[in-house]
């Protein structure tokens, strides 16, 4: 019996090693035409490795889910593996960082709970990446302690609709997604918007350290309508026609960076205002 269970354990590892090596034919084919092919060519290429890539992200949320609930001799898989948790493995295994590991194993909770069925199945289905759904479980994870079922299943499929794009609209990036389902948040609760706006001045710090090398790093977290011309005035002072910093005033000549001319331009801010009778 035991030697059965071995061979077919053993059939089934040989089984996804099998796939690996036709998966890393094929897409080395795909690459080696890529360079000649024709514009539409190229963007069946693009569709084909995308839908590849996001049905390999569906099947790792799945094993972290196989991780969290196969039956196990001490307490988890992951333990009798010799890993103190699903994330230290897949960090492991995987070469994930921790937080993208912390992920992975929330996605694998969320396909076995099914909180949030929406986007559930749009993860089981690859139709959106483990790091757009990290996004959007994060969002609805902070939403569920103060709103009730309905808003959180109307949240859920909002959220999954931005991930995926529709034939209007593109798909929001990972880094675009959280601030289009907060700006979708305060379309829902206008009056939480108005609210947050007297938090954010109320919540508004500025702090500072010396490095070891004597350099100092400004931190500062300020209410939105400040921040916003406090940007407006840094990416106009870092611009490639930005004169003031530049030599002889010739922007032609500047060699700076765009983070240095920042750097610059807060600089400039804050001596001009500490030379006014007013500090």
Known sequence: ???????????????????????????????????SASPRERQRMLE???DYSLQHQAHLAEFARVLETAPSELSTAAKDLHYPST???????????????????????????????????????????????????????????????????????????????SEDARAWKPESLEKAMRAWYYEQHPEEA?????????????????????RVKIDAVIPADEGAAVLQFLDANASPKARFGAPNGDPDQDQRTRTQKM????????????KTKET
């Not at 139709?127 to 609805?140: E, P």
């Not at 302690?145 to 794009?165: H, N, P």
């Not at 750097?263 to 500490?274: C, S």
């Open 263 to 274: 750097a610059d331009a807060f600089m400039l801010a804050f001596t001009t205002a500490a």
């Open 87 to 165: 994330g230290v493995l897949l960090q492991h295994e995987l070469g994930y960082g921790k937080s993208a590991a912390d992920v992975l194993t929330r996605l694998g909770k969320l396909l076995e709970s099914r909180e949030y069925p929406v986007l559930a199945a749009a993860v089981e289905s690859g139709t959106v990446s483990n790091q757009q759904a990290g996004v959007i479980v994060r969002k609805l994870d902070s939403w569920r302690k103060k709103q009730d079922a309905e808003f959180l299943l109307l949240a859920d499929k909002s959220a999954v609709e931005f991930a995926e794009g």
């Open 194 to 214: 108005e609210l947050t706006t007297a938090e954010q001045w109320e919540q508004r710090k500025c702090f500072g350290r010396m490095l070891q090398d004597g």
């Open 48 to 50: 084909a490795v995308s």
């Open 1 to 35: 019996m035991n030697v059965s269970v071995s061979a077919a354990e053993g059939c089934k590892s040989a089984e996804v090693r099998r796939l690996q090596s036709d998966a890393d034919r094929v897409l080395t084919g795909v690459f080696a035409e890529f360079t």
